[in-house]
Nanobody, 119 residues
Framework: QVQLQESGPGLVKPSQTLSLTCTVS??????????WSWIRQPPGKGLEWMGA???????YYSPSLKSRTSISRDTSKNQLTLQLSSVTPEDTAVYYC???????????WGQGTQVTVSS
């Protein structure tokens, strides 16, 4: 059973960089076919795909967030990392990591972590 667990600070100040980690167990992040996405949901809004890293290490980003987003991985720890720079209160959201078995199709999700951007 694949499990994903997000972790990171729950509160970030405006203009700082948000950094989150997704720890994956029960499966390798380098397994062929699968991709690993970061998705967020602001309060009262729908899900927003932020970006992804493929099993190969290739990265893909939402055009609207590309200039501020970086996704990386640590294969030795089976972890993914999301960094979002220059945050504003509009970046307040629940952040999820998820495994994609096909583009835009997810079979495993983390429980999500709330991040609030506030001074």
């Amino acid at each position: 059973q694949v499990q994903l667990q997000e972790s990171g600070p729950g509160l970030v100040k405006p203009s700082q960089t948000l950094s989150l980690t997704c720890t994956v167990s029960g499966g390798s992040i380098t397994t062929n076919v699968y991709g690993w996405s970061w998705i967020r949901q602001p309060p009262g809004k729908g899900l927003e795909w932020m970006g992804a890293i493929a099993y190969s290490g290739s990265t893909y980003y939402s055009p609207s967030l590309k200039s501020r987003t970086s996704i990386s991985r640590d294969t030795s720890k089976n972890q993914l990392t999301l960094q979002l720079s220059s945050v504003t209160p509009e970046d307040t959201a629940v952040y999820y990591c998820a495994r994609a078995y096909s583009w835009g199709r997810y079979d495993y999700w983390g429980q999500g972590t709330q991040v609030t951007v506030s001074s």
